[in-house]
Nanobody, 113 residues
Framework: VQLVESGGGLVQAGGSLRLSCVAS????????MAWYRQGPGKQREAVAY???????NYADSVKGRFTISRDNAKNTVYLQMNSLKPEDTAVYYC????????WGQGTQVTVSS
């Protein structure tokens, strides 16, 4: 399965971005999908996940600001990011929650103060 993330960019603190991740292959709908991020000098961390039944879960650092959603017809998972903070600056990736697929190239999000 190939993962292609997009939607990143440079935004001021308080701004918003919507990330998209398209997965090839036919098993997208049955998988719990997740967004991860890796900030400068930091380890990759999980940000949010969404199950096949649309149950969601968020890291405490983004709860109330980020929203994960999915469109199984388009094999796409989204991450709506509002009230962005400089500490949200990172490369954002998607994958299954079980990290079953190869990583994509990610999409860079830079939040300026």
């Amino acid at each position: 399965v190939q993962l292609v993330e997009s939607g990143g960019g440079l935004v001021q603190a308080g701004g918003s971005l919507r990330l998209s991740c398209v997965a090839s292959g036919s098993s997208f709908s049955i998988n719990t999908m997740a967004w991860y991020r890796q900030g400068p000098g930091k380890q990759r961390e999980a940000v949010a996940y969404i199950t096949s039944g649309d149950t969601t879960n968020y890291a405490d650092s983004v709860k109330g600001r980020f929203t994960i959603s999915r469109d199984n017809a388009k094999n796409t998972v989204y991450l709506q990011m509002n009230s962005l903070k400089p500490e949200d600056t990172a490369v954002y990736y998607c994958n299954t929650r079980a990290l079953a697929w190869n990583w994509g190239q990610g999409t860079q999000v830079t939040v300026s103060s």
